[in-house]
């Protein structure tokens, strides 16, 4: 079945909401071309919208080599915040919760532990790590990439543009602890379906 970006932002929080225990909260999805977001409250949808950017595309258009600039990522970082003020997600302000699904969302997770020694998996870290990773490219570049590597190396050129849209979405909204869910669109879709028939998994 042919989604839109909506009906993709609703199917993401439906995968992640079993994992979710705070009934407050972002869910955010940085695709290879798309980014979703949903505002939720009380463990309810309350806003959805899905903006036109996401990692490849940030990359294809913005990053001259394998691994962005620091100048490149301010860009890509100014873009998203254009955009979501043009596509605004009016009760998604305030919300120190945000949950990310997708492979950059996840990977950003291992990432995380690969480079700070921990073992948090997507339980997460503080929403304000990602601009201290982000800076690596320009303080420790050598580090920050052999972590790539190791922890996302089919993820080598798009990570950092993903996370420099997932560092905009934080700042805008105000975001203050970062996890990934295990689910996403595809879980969400299928569960969907299955409640449709009576079957509630």
């Keep these: 079945n042919v ?30 071309g798309s980014t979703e977001l949903v505002a939720f409250r009380d463990g309810e949808i309350r806003e959805a919208v899905s903006l036109p950017i996401g990692s490849l595309n940030m990359f294809t258009k913005y990053v001259s080599d394998v691994i962005p600039t620091r100048a490149e990522l301010k860009t890509i970082r100014r873009h998203a915040a254009s955009l979501m003020e043009e596509y605004p997600l009016h009760s998604g302000e305030g919300r120190a919760l945000l949950c990310g699904v997708g492979g950059t969302c996840r990977a950003s997770c291992k990432l995380s532990d ?4 921990t073992d948090h998996g997507y339980s997460g870290y503080p929403a304000i790590q990602v601009k201290g990773i982000l800076k690596l490219v320009k303080t420790d570049r050598e580090r920050l990439v052999g972590a790539i590597i190791k922890s996302a190396p089919d993820r ?10 997932l560092s905009a979405v934080i700042e805008r909204y105000g975001c203050e602890h970062f996890v990934a ?10 569960l969907e379906k299955l409640e449709e ?3 509630d998994g």
């Design 114 to 117: 690969e480079l700070f020694d």
């Design 197 to 199: 028939t009576g079957h």
């Design 3 to 32: 989604i839109s970006g909506e009906e993709e932002a609703m199917l993401d929080f439906s995968g992640a909401r079993r994992t979710i225990s705070a009934p407050d909260g972002l869910v955010v999805d940085i695709g290879g």
């Design 181 to 190: 869910s295990p689910y996403g669109v595809r879980e969400g879709y299928l």
């Design 156 to 165: 080598l050129h798009t990570l950092l543009p993903g996370m420099a849209i």
